[in-house]
């Protein structure tokens, strides 16, 4: 699948959910961004970022250790009332 954006987190990757964070920002709703990372705790956190902000994975798959999201960006989540 073709992505608007990527983010390799693979090996020594300085703060990754930031950077994936400002690389998500640049993009408008529905682009997508595809993220490779080498840790199962960054996957999950990826995931669960995902799940929180109202991104959907569309694809996954590892291959050699090396886990590739491919992540479509959604809808901003909905500000709470105060």
Known sequence: MYADRTVNCVGSCQSPMLLIEE???VLERG????????????????????DENGHKIEE?????????L????????AAEAS
């Open 70 to 77: 491919i992540v479509r960006k959604g809808a901003a989540p």
């Open 60 to 68: 996954e798959h590892v291959a050699s250790g090396v886990t590739t």
């Open 23 to 25: 690389e998500m920002e």
């Open 31 to 50: 682009q997508v961004m595809q993220v490779t990372a080498d840790r199962h705790d960054l996957v999950e956190a990826v995931r669960s970022w995902a």
